[in-house]
Nanobody, 127 residues
Framework: QVRLAESGGGLVQAGGSLRLSCAAS????????MAWFRQAPGKEREFVAS????????FYTDSAKGRFAISLDNAKNTAYLQMNNLKPEDTAVYFC????????????????????WGQGTQVTVSS
């Protein structure tokens, strides 16, 4: 089975930046579509960004466009989420998700599109 481990969360002031990492380990695979979701207290888990294994297809939620960037390092089986110009409303637990062996160009924006989930990392943005 594939396991995901997130890192890079923390406390940052509004306008600051953070880079989240998600490392995949476990059984070997040919492709791994990856995504980031987040869940604020009392709210549903929502989509933030996703990328195909090839990197050719990427999607962002509207609030992340222009501020966040998802990237994959295939050699390291790691996904990153670079978050710039952070706002207090970005405060949430950020979860990494992956779909194993879906093909190089598979990508999804919904939770059922991913079979493996990490434990989450807290991001807190102070005003």
């Amino acid at each position: 089975q594939v396991r995901l481990a997130e890192s890079g969360g923390g406390l940052v002031q509004a306008g600051g930046s953070l880079r989240l990492s998600c490392a995949a380990s476990g059984r070997t695979f040919k492709s791994l579509a990856m995504a980031w979701f987040r869940q604020a207290p009392g709210k549903e888990r929502e989509f933030v960004a996703s990328s195909s294994w090839s990197g050719a297809r990427k999607f962002y939620t509207d609030s992340a466009k222009g501020r966040f960037a998802i990237s994959l390092d295939n050699a390291k089986n790691t996904a990153y989420l670079q978050m710039n110009n952070l706002k207090p409303e970005d405060t949430a637990v950020y979860f990494c998700a992956a779909e194993v062996n879906p093909g190089d160009d598979y990508v999804s924006r919904i939770k059922p599109g991913y079979e493996v989930w990490g434990q989450g990392t807290q991001v807190t943005v102070s005003s």
